[in-house]
């Protein structure tokens, strides 16, 4: 009985264990950024990935992903401890040590390393790595406690996982590749500073200058106003002039695009009311995830067949 009972205990605290690492991960944030490397990756193969490099290539970025935002949260441990949000993550509540938390983020990148130089290509695996060491030193160490810029640049590291995609795919980079790039870069601020709005206090708090902390709500409305309508006009560039996409992704894009524009539009003439702002965060996430969605499905075979046969029935009325 006694024995049942310490082994229970044991197995417990090994499950807590894993649940602290895992939580390190931050692991929330990945699907999507693995979305946008399925997008980028169904482009560049023009609907027909391979699955087991569709599989190394996920497996390759989680494994990134998931050591950048480990050596994140071991760096903002002090500002994780002083924020609400944040302070019940495992390395400020004293669940994971720093030292360890290091190993488990080297061996990650090790592994991410590995498995994409082995089953992809280098340039995937050293797009990835640079995705960790730009995510740690620019944005986490040089920016995020000194620029109000700090996400606008330090975006870019998110959207590094779509050029893995394509580089897996391809072995270079074309501009397509980069224009994906650019469309998760330009999104990432309507993204982040809608939430930044609704948690101002917490990061004014701990001293961390996001935009709507130094300029007040007034222009951060209208940066998240510009940025969107760029967005939306960047990813029609990939219909034409690209034409690396066709008219199914066209359509999304641009229904997407007027649902984003609207709720931002909203934003714009309420700067100060946080369920809007809450409405354009929540909506970012899942355009980007319909967006990228939408990049799938048009490369499809399939679709281009049903397109073809809609297109022939029209010449024939
Ligand atoms: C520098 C750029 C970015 C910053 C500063 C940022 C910041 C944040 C923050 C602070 C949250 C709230 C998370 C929480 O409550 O713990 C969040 C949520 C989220 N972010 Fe971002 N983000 C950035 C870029 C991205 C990118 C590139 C993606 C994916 C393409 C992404 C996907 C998400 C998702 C899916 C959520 C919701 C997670 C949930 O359900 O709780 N973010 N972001
Ligand atoms: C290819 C590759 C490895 C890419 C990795 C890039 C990456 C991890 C992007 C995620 C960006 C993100 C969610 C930042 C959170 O900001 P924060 O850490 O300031 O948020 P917090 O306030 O919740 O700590």
């Known amino acids: 009985m006694i024995e049942t009972n310490v082994s229970r205990r044991h197995h417990e605290t090994f499950l807590q264990v894993i649940q602290s690492y895992y939580q390190l991960t931050k ?76 190993i488990f983020a080297i061996a990650l990148a090790v592994l991410s390393f590995t498995l994409l130089t082995v089953f992809a290509n280098l340039l995937a695996a050293i797009l990835a790595l640079s995705g960790i060491i730009f995510y740690v030193l620019v944005y986490t160490h040089w920016l995020k406690r000194h620029s109000t810029q700090n996400i606008v640049i330090g975006g ?96 999304i894009a641009l229904s997407l695009g007027a649902v984003f524009i609207r709720k931002s539009w909203r934003l714009l003439h309420n700067p100060e009311d946080r369920p809007t702002a809450r409405e354009l965060f929540l909506f970012s996430i899942s355009y980007m995830m319909l967006l990228c969605l939408g990049m799938v499905v048009d490369s499809l075979p399939l679709t281009h067949h049903l397109v073809n046969a809609v297109v022939n029935q029209l010449h024939l009325v």
């Not at 997008?39 to 996920?58: C, E, H, K, N, R």
């Not at 935002?69 to 002083?82: E, G, M, P, S, V």
């Not at 809608?194 to 200058?209: E, F, H, N, Q, S």
């Open 27 to 102: 692991p929330r944030i990945i699907p999507l950024l693995l979305i946008t490397t399925a997008g980028s990756m169904w482009i560049a193969a023009q609907g027909q990935v391979d699955p087991v490099l569709l599989l190394v290539t996920m497996a390759g970025g989680t494994l990134a992903a998931a050591s950048a935002q480990t050596i994140n949260c071991i760096y903002d441990r002090d500002i994780d401890y002083d924020m609400e949000r944040t302070r019940h993550r495992p390395m400020p509540s004293g669940k994971v040590q720093p030292r360890d938390a290091l």
């Open 156 to 251: 870019a590291a998110g959207a590094i996982p779509a050029l893995v995609g394509w580089a897996a795919v391809t072995g270079t980079l074309s501009w397509s590749a980069w224009l994906i790039f650019a469309i998760v870069f330009l999104w990432t601020p309507p993204h982040f500073w809608a939430l930044a709005l609704m948690i101002r206090d917490d990061y004014a708090k701990v001293g961390i200058p996001m935009l709507p902390v130094v300029e007040g709500n007034q222009a951060t409305v209208k940066q998240i106003w510009y940025y969107t309508l760029i967005t939306v006009a960047a990813t029609v560039l990939l219909v034409y002039p690209l034409q690396s996409c066709g008219v199914v992704y066209a359509a």
